[in-house]
Nanobody
Framework: QVQLVESGGGSVQAGGSLRLSCAVSTNTYDSVYMAWFRQAPGKEREGVAVIYPRDDLTIYADFVKGRFTISQDNLEKTVYLQMNSLTPEDTAIYYC?????????????????WGQGTQVTVSS
């Protein structure tokens, strides 16, 4: 069982930065893939970034490379998403998710556990 709680969302102007946090409750933290997804109004949920805590392997969606950084803290069992150079197109609800590692890790269907989401709003 994995429980996820996101925090750190908010409103920011274009060009600004935000850091999202995801607190993870599980006894198997080093054997799950952790990811951030986002869903904008009227759009499908899309994968943003993935990290494997055991070796810090990371995967990024093309649209965030160079702007967003996923990281994690093994002791705190927390996953972060540092978002820089934000644009209005980044406005969405951001979700933390956990997977045992099957399938395409940037697709929602590969994830069994989800947080409640945190709103990120970027104004122009």
């Amino acid at each position: 069982q994995v429980q996820l709680v996101e925090s750190g969302g908010g409103s920011v102007q274009a060009g600004g930065s935000l850091r999202l946090s995801c607190a993870v409750s599980t006894n198997t933290y080093d054997s799950v893939y952790m990811a951030w997804f986002r869903q904008a109004p009227g759009k499908e949920r899309e994968g943003v970034a993935v990290i494997y805590p055991r070796d810090d392997l990371t995967i990024y969606a093309d649209f965030v490379k160079g702007r967003f950084t996923i990281s994690q803290d093994n002791l705190e069992k927390t996953v972060y998403l540092q978002m820089n150079s934000l644009t209005p197109e980044d406005t969405a609800i951001y979700y933390c998710a956990a997977s045992r590692g099957t399938g395409n890790l940037l697709r929602p269907s590969s994830y069994n556990y989800w947080g409640q989401g945190t709103q990120v709003t970027v104004s122009s």
